[in-house]
């Protein structure tokens, strides 16, 4: 029953990722600025983990655990890789020079081949359950990190120039850490409640996103 | 002294293209056209061009905005908007 339930979350969420991502393009395709490239990538590659979770836990139920560990390896570094993109896209996006240009386009470069790299390394070696459960823990703990960085990025911007409208995208970025942190302590004591935070901040995340996205987008035309 | 930010070409873009539409479609002169955008005559003329071959006004030499154009003005508008309620900065 459960596992239907988080199959039905997870392909929801990987629909709502899609859909951001044709609006998280747009600062790219509208100024031409590469710097803009990480919002759509991370929302891509998120939305591809939870294709990738959707698949991986149908399967579960229908086959051993054991070959899917490396499945589950790759969406853990994906999901890592695709808060990484977001939030290079917001550490570059106040610094506009010749310099942090160049700085973007070499960091860029790197996390791509550090992506490859890691995808490479985990599909060679056999997975055991045990170093699977360390790095998620890892995992998750970096993925803490990055959340955090991206939420105090986006409420300093709110502070400077206060505005309603701003608000709520950190407010969301909360709500991912909060996400993030019950994901951990599922791992942890496996609680039903835990499990359910995670999958219900998650969807109220993606929804605080394209609620935004559609206000910007839609109202604009509507009052246009 | 204040340093002025460089303006990237979609903000020029954008910028002459909210002139034109400022002006109502009335015939707007080249050197008035500059002086508002403040650029070098040479580099308005290139963007008139370039503009007229995307289809956003018609006329380079009487720049007139297109249906396009005020859709680019529309569009652009709202993702400033968009990246501002993202937290993202654009200059």
């Known amino acids: 029953m459960y596992e239907e339930i988080r199959i039905a979350i997870e392909v929801v969420s990987a629909i709502m990722c899609f859909i951001l991502l044709r609006f998280m393009i747009k600062p790219y395709e509208i100024t031409g600025e590469s710097r803009y490239i990480g919002l759509p990538a991370g929302f891509g590659f998120l939305g591809a983990t939870y294709v990738v979770s959707a698949f991986v836990y149908y399967m579960e139920s229908q086959m051993a655990l054991f070959p899917l560990l490396k499945i589950f390896y790759i969406q853990l570094i994906a999901r890592t890789f695709a808060f990484l993109f977001i939030s290079i896209t917001y550490y570059f996006s106040k610094k506009p020079t010749e310099k942090s240009r160049l700085i973007w386009k070499i960091t860029l470069t790197l996390l791509i081949a550090l992506l490859i790299t890691s995808l490479l390394i985990v599909s060679i070696p056999d997975v055991t359950l045990y170093s699977y459960r360390i790095a998620r823990n890892i995992f998750r703990v970096t993925n803490l990190i990055i959340i955090l960085y991206i939420c105090i990025h986006t409420f300093r911007s709110h502070i400077k120039k206060p505005d309603p409208k701003t608000i709520l995208i950190p407010l969301a970025y909360i709500i991912l850490l909060v996400s993030q942190y019950s994901a951990l302590f599922y791992q942890l004591d496996g609680s039903l409640s835990a499990f359910f935070a995670v999958l219900i901040l998650r969807l109220v995340f993606l929804s605080v996103f394209l609620l935004v996205s559609f206000e910007a987008f839609y109202r604009g035309k509507k009052e246009a | ?91």
Do not use: C, W
């Open chain 2, 1 to 91: 002294m204040k340093k002025i930010a460089r303006r990237d070409k979609m903000k020029i873009y954008n910028d002459l293209l909210s002139i034109l539409q400022s002006e109502n479609n009335n015939e707007v002169v080249l050197t008035q056209l500059q002086l508002k955008l403040n650029v070098p005559f040479d580099r308005l003329k290139q963007y008139l061009i370039q503009l007229r071959e995307l289809g956003l006004i018609e006329d380079e030499t009487s720049p007139k905005l297109t249906k396009k154009g005020k859709q680019y003005i529309h569009e652009y508008q709202n993702v400033l908007d968009f990246m501002k309620r993202m937290g993202l900065e654009y200059r």
